[in-house]
């Protein structure tokens, strides 16, 4: 009878071990998919800075014709 509760127990040990897996793995996509937006708010900035500097060099021109 020693055996039934060693193996219940060893059981949910294992299904626990299989959550967190799961669980890990889902916070390593959750992580990747943080990154890459980050990457394209970057991108999304930069190009901001760019069409920013853009239409205040032609302010610039404009005003000194």
Do not use: C, W
């Amino acid at each position: 009878m020693s055996e039934a509760p060693t193996k219940l127990l060893a059981d949910r040990i294992e299904a626990i071990i299989e959550r967190v897996k799961v669980l890990a793995a889902e916070r390593d996509e959750l992580r990747r998919h943080l990154d890459e937006l980050r990457n394209r708010l970057d991108r999304h900035e930069q190009d901001n800075t760019r069409l920013r500097n853009a239409l205040e060099d032609a302010v610039r021109e404009l005003r000194q014709e």
